[in-house]
């Protein structure tokens, strides 16, 4: 472990921005500090676990028992999904939300920006591993920027010879101070599947507040509010956290509430009052349907 992370910093790192250090449990870590904010990012499915602008509060939400194992996904932050959103359509004993978000990825570029900001460049490529679970030809690339913003953008490429079809999501967990006193505009009017409820589908006729379990998939959202952009008013943290995206028609919302907190070993009990989930998704028929050479950006900036 010690050589790798000496072989990416001489080749990777960026004096006093951007440094490749061992993490939780010695798995390789990159961490970045510019005079606009920091970020911390896990090669293990390219998963970013903090982003704080610089004399601001933390934005993302990890939980303090996540478990930081190798070829296990990180419980907050933004796990990245892919190349299936929930359980496998077919095998149920596949792993649940795809394999990208436990593998780890390499690095492929660093580079410091001429506005002051930061970006990192991660890639996954298929592998005897992948096939065993999905059989197809791909190169995934994370293209991360941490500057006054936080910019996210996992563009998908069929290198096979078939066409495959490939859904995702980037699963971001928000911090919030209560979540009984925040909501969320931006999906106004939208149609939902609620997966609480027999997947019944339902509207959404005022602002998202939190008072119970939510778990919802929100049709049509590639417009939603303005431009994209969802928007987290926090009255607790006296704060609003918005979110805009791309190559995406569908937004998950989702608080596990207290029974199913208590119910996952790497979430505290107490958890879900401090965090709610945006994802910016492509799930149900909003999977993309790639073939030979073509490419699918699905993207995030998160900014307050």
């Known amino acids: 472990m010690e050589n790798q992370i000496e072989l990416l910093n001489a080749q990777f790192a960026l004096t006093d921005e951007l440094l490749f250090q061992p993490g939780e449990n010695g ?3 990159v961490q970045i500090n510019n005079g606009l904010a920091s970020a911390e990012v896990y090669l293990q499915g390219a998963h970013i676990t903090a982003f704080q602008p610089r004399g601001g509060e933390p934005v993302l939400w990890m939980s303090p028992l996540a478990q930081f194992q190798r070829d296990k996904a990180i419980r907050g932050g933004v796990p990245v999904i892919w190349p299936w959103f929930g359980p496998h ?14 593998i780890e990825w390499r690095v492929k570029a660093t580079t410091a920006l001429s506005d002051g900001s ?15 679970l999905w059989p197809h030809a791909f190169e995934l690339t994370l293209t991360i920027t941490v500057g006054t913003e936080l910019t996210i953008e996992l563009t998908s490429c069929n290198t096979g010879e078939q066409t495959f079809v490939a859904g995702g999501a980037l699963h971001s967990y928000f911090a919030v101070g209560d979540v009984k006193k925040i909501h969320i505009d931006g999906l106004l009017g ?4 609620d997966q609480l409820d027999g997947n019944r589908i339902k509207q959404q006729n005022d602002a998202i507040c939190i008072r119970e379990e939510v778990d919802r998939i929100y049709f049509d959202t590639e417009d939603t509010c303005s431009e994209g952009i969802c928007a987290i008013f926090d009255a607790q943290f006296l704060r609003q956290i918005y979110i805009k995206k ?3 028609h569908t937004t998950v919302v989702w608080n596990p509430w ?9 979430f505290p009990d107490d958890g879900y009052r401090q965090m709610v989930c945006i994802e910016t998704a492509n799930a149900v028929d909003d999977v993309r349907h790639l073939a030979p050479g073509e490419t699918h950006t699905l993207s995030q900036t998160i900014f307050l």
């Open 258 to 266: 207290e029974n199913k907190a208590k119910s996952m070993a790497d």
């Open 246 to 248: 791309s190559g995406s």
């Open 118 to 132: 930061t970006r990192l460049q991660l890639q996954l490529k298929d592998t005897p591993t992948t096939h065993a």
């Open 89 to 102: 359509l077919i095998d149920k004993n596949k792993p649940q939300h795809g394999f990208a978000r436990s």
């Open 27 to 29: 798995l390789p870590k």
């Open 190 to 193: 939208h149609l939902y599947i």
